[in-house]
């Protein structure tokens, strides 16, 4: 371990290291959010007093096809619409250190904040109608192949699409995410 990092900082185990915590620890990230990025942190001075410590395991299922069929049994309508990623994920390792925010309003904390929040009303049994997810899905929306062959026909692979959508919503035991590139 060295003797200062400059924030945030990832380390990836030696060897060494490995030996004496096991094999499961891939890589341990640092990142003081009251400190600017690029600010030097010296690790035999300083504590991190306000620390946050997450453990986790990324899923390697890779992406899910959904498909949406113009008609009903019609498998050569059909178009792959949505991909579905179960978070965290080995494909999106490191996306979100590499997102760089200004430290004044950072939307990373906040959006932290606002999951973690909404994880500690789901423990503690708030009305579903609220808010109540414990799971994450990233779901993004193939809008080529929705307008590309049947533009008279989108509107209603985009209605199968949104009430795939609202389907999954509907889970209790699901955070769900929709990004819509244009």
């Excluded at 690790?43 to 997450?54: G, H, K, V």
Aim: charged share 25%; aromatic share 12%; net charge negative.
């Amino acid at each position: 371990m060295p003797q200062y990092i400059f924030n945030p900082h990832t380390f990836l185990p030696s060897d060494e290291q490995n030996n004496k915590i096991g094999r499961n620890i891939l890589r341990i990230f640092i990142e003081c959010l009251d400190k600017s990025r690029g600010t030097r942190i010296d690790l035999t001075t300083e504590r991190l007093e306000a620390a946050n410590y997450y453990f986790y395991t990324a899923n390697n299922y890779g992406e899910m096809a959904e498909e949406v069929a113009e008609k009903e049994n019609n498998e050569e309508g059909s178009q792959v619409g949505t991909f579905q990623w179960e978070l965290p994920s080995i494909e999106f390792e490191g996306f979100w250190e590499n997102l760089i925010y200004e430290i004044d309003d950072c939307p990373k904390s906040r959006l932290t904040n606002f999951i973690s929040t909404s994880l500690k009303f789901a423990r503690f049994g708030i009305d579903p109608k609220i808010l109540s997810r414990n799971h994450l899905i990233l779901l993004n929306v193939n809008s080529h192949s929705l307008f590309s062959k049947w533009f008279s026909e989108s509107g209603k692979l985009i209605q199968k699409l949104f009430s795939k959508i609202e389907e999954l919503a509907e889970r209790t035991d699901r955070l769900i995410f929709v990004l819509i590139d244009e």
